[in-house]
């Protein structure tokens, strides 16, 4: 690890934890167009616009060696709670959205407990893997085609949504796998 990575590693306030941060004040006013103004595009806009925050933290964090361990941690929790909050929206007209609403609920809390006690066991702190990012593009990609296409066949709205949620299962079932490994791991080095 180089100078400037380890100067990050422990800080809080860094330019791509205040892009989480913003991500974070963006989840009212996505609730607000949605379910207040009905301005679907507008919905769009600003979901899209936190999803390029996403990026761009990661791309800073990553060339200017800005990585933190809060970061690591906050981080996915604004990405979470901005998908937690869309599908919550989708529910109004999308009833069956509530199944991965649930599913990223009940994936989110097992792998955070798990992923903390790893992290308790290791003192490792881990970032996300190809699975969560592609479970991540997956959600984006189907809210933002039920938020483009009002009208969506229900035929084809099922079929997004189950992809996303066989994506969903199956990143589920390898963070647990990764995280229950970490903790045997740690267990034997104690």
Known sequence: MNDVAEKYQNK????PNILSFFRLCLIPVIIWLYIEKQDYLWTLLILTLSGITDIVDGI???KF???SNFGKAFDPIADKLTQMAMLFCLVSRFPYMAIPLVLLVVKEVCTGITALISIKRTSTVKGAVWHG??????LYAMMA???IWYNIPHTISLILVGTCIGI???SFIMYSVQNIKAIKKGSFEK
């Open 12 to 15: 809080i306030l860094t330019i």
């Open 60 to 62: 800073i964090a990553r």
């Open 65 to 67: 060696n800005m990585i």
């Open 145 to 147: 085609i039920h938020l």
């Open 133 to 138: 990012k592609l479970t991540t593009v997956s």
């Open 168 to 170: 969903m299962l199956m």
